[in-house]
């Protein structure tokens, strides 16, 4: 049987750092004077920012599917949280039947004023290329910090995670 040893380290160190602008460095306990206080960063503060949402709709029902519903709820959400201006990007499919796309327009935008959200714009967008490049290449054009979609593209086969992935420079959201 193997037997672990872990080195003790001084677990007071951000301590020692805040009061006396030290930077500890556990790994050989040595302790450097900092001439600057060091800043955190958003990530390690747990403070994100989201200036720009982009919420991306491939939903053909003028009525909007429960799926992309919770994805409008929740960029509404963020918006509201982050003081964000939320562009949807509206996605017709080839092959599919839109019967109304204003009345899909109004529902998303009714969606977004029920939920608070004020400061938004529609973009309707035909594919010319894979989804995934169309949500990809947008999301650039307007310089989005999160995009959020609903799962239901994933299944229906609308976009593929992994182009997502690929493409997607900035966070991705996907909600079920």
């Not at 556990?26 to 958003?42: D, L, M, N, T």
């Not at 029920?114 to 529609?122: A, K, P, Q, S």
């Not at 229906?156 to 995670?161: L, S």
Request: hydrophobic letters at 40%.
């Amino acid at each position: 049987m193997a037997t672990l040893r872990v080195s003790s380290l001084n677990l007071n160190a951000k301590a020692n750092f805040r009061k006396n602008e030290y930077r500890a460095v556990p790994a050989r306990g040595v302790r450097v004077r900092s001439s600057e206080p060091a800043q955190e960063s958003p990530l390690a503060s747990g403070e994100l920012q989201y200036n720009r949402v982009l919420l991306t709709i491939l939903d053909a029902n003028p009525f909007l599917s429960d799926g992309s519903r919770t994805a409008v709820a929740t960029a509404a959400l963020l918006a509201r949280q982050h003081q964000s201006k939320v562009t949807v990007l509206v996605v017709d499919e080839p092959g599919t039947e839109n019967t109304d796309p204003s009345r899909r327009l109004e529902s998303i935008s009714w969606h977004l004023k029920d939920r608070g959200c004020i400061n938004f714009e529609l973009v309707e967008r035909a594919i010319t290329s894979p989804a995934s490049v169309l949500v990809g290449d947008f999301a650039d054009e307007i310089s989005a910090d999160m995009v959020v979609l609903s799962s239901e593209a994933v299944h229906a086969k609308h976009v593929d995670a992994n182009q997502l992935a690929e493409f997607v420079s900035c966070p991705v959201l996907l909600l079920p």
